[in-house]
């Protein structure tokens, strides 16, 4: 499974390869990166279907993930990644707006990593 994940937060990067380090090696995941909604969409012009998931950041400089997620929703929809959305404020204006523009899923900061694995269905074995 290849997934995206889109957050200006350096060390984003190193928190998922930290978290997923079994999986990775067993081949059940694949990330990429992205530090801005700019940066995502050029990866997603250039792997198109490679991304089954895609996890995005709200809070951003430049485009925001909810502009990010409404470009995917209207461009990427044969067949359309499955976006989940990441915050550090849960607050239900975001949310809303997150489900109406077609989020598929909505996760708080601090990631809770089980849960996550547990949404996408990746068996959270020690």
């Given at each position: 499974?290849?997934?995206?994940?889109?957050?200006?937060?350096?060390?984003?990067?190193?928190?998922?390869?930290?978290?997923?380090?079994?999986?990775?090696?067993?081949?059940?995941?694949?990330?990429?990166?992205?530090?801005?909604?700019?940066?995502?969409?050029?990866?997603?012009?250039?792997?198109?279907?490679?991304?089954?998931?895609?996890?995005?950041?709200?809070?951003?400089?430049?485009?925001?993930?909810?502009?990010?997620?409404q470009h995917i929703k209207e461009k990427y929809a044969v067949p359309p990644p499955v976006v989940m959305m990441i915050?550090?404020?849960?607050?239900?204006?975001?949310?809303?707006?997150?489900?109406?523009?077609?989020?598929?899923?909505?996760?708080?900061?601090?990631?809770?990593?089980?849960?996550?694995?547990?949404?996408?269905?990746?068996?959270?074995?020690?």
């Amino acid at each position: 499974m290849k997934i995206l994940v889109v957050d200006d937060e350096p060390d984003m990067q190193t928190l998922f390869q930290q978290r997923f380090r079994k999986e990775i090696k067993e081949h059940k995941v694949d990330f990429a990166f992205a530090i801005s909604g700019e940066e995502a969409l050029s990866y997603l012009n250039k792997h198109e279907h490679e991304a089954v998931l895609i996890l995005s950041d709200i809070n951003m400089p430049g485009m925001s993930g909810l502009e990010l997620l409404q470009h995917i929703k209207e461009k990427y929809a044969v067949p359309p990644p499955v976006v989940m959305m990441i915050t550090a404020y849960g607050d239900s204006e975001n949310y809303n707006q997150a489900m109406r523009l077609g989020a598929d899923d909505f996760l708080t900061k601090p990631i809770d990593f089980a849960v996550l694995k547990e949404k996408l269905k990746i068996e959270n074995n020690a």
